[in-house]
Nanobody, 122 residues
Framework: QVQLIESGGGLVEAGNSLRLSCAAS????????MGWFRQAPGKEREFVAA????????IYRDSVKGRFNISRDNAKDTLYLQMGSLKPEDTAVYYC???????????????WGQGTQVTVSS
């Protein structure tokens, strides 16, 4: 089992930045690829970014490339999502998740956090 707890969400104005964190406990953190997903009201959960177990490989959805950066600190069992140039359409509940493989498909992720709300005002 892996337990995941997100933090760092909040209300920000468009154009500003925010950093999300995801603290993991349980099994060996570096064993898992980690991903960030988001879900806006009335919409399906969508992939945002993912990072391999040792941090060597990252993937992003097109709409966040150049604005968001995913990283991890395996010594601290923590995943991060640095979000910049935020837009109102980035408003959603953001979830971190763990998978054995680097994936953009949420069904491939085995463990999920409870989510943290990010609201971007225009």
């Amino acid at each position: 089992q892996v337990q995941l707890i997100e933090s760092g969400g909040g209300l920000v104005e468009a154009g500003n930045s925010l950093r999300l964190s995801c603290a993991a406990s349980g099994r060996i953190f570096s064993y898992y690829a980690m991903g960030w997903f988001r879900q806006a009201p009335g919409k399906e959960r969508e992939f945002v970014a993912a990072i391999s177990g040792l941090g060597a490989t990252t993937i992003y959805r097109d709409s966040v490339k150049g604005r968001f950066n995913i990283s991890r600190d395996n010594a601290k069992d923590t995943l991060y999502l640095q979000m910049g140039s935020l837009k109102p359409e980035d408003t959603a509940v953001y979830y971190c998740a763990a998978s054995r493989y680097l994936e953009d498909n949420p069904t491939k992720y085995d463990y999920w956090g409870q989510g943290t709300q990010v609201t971007v005002s225009s």
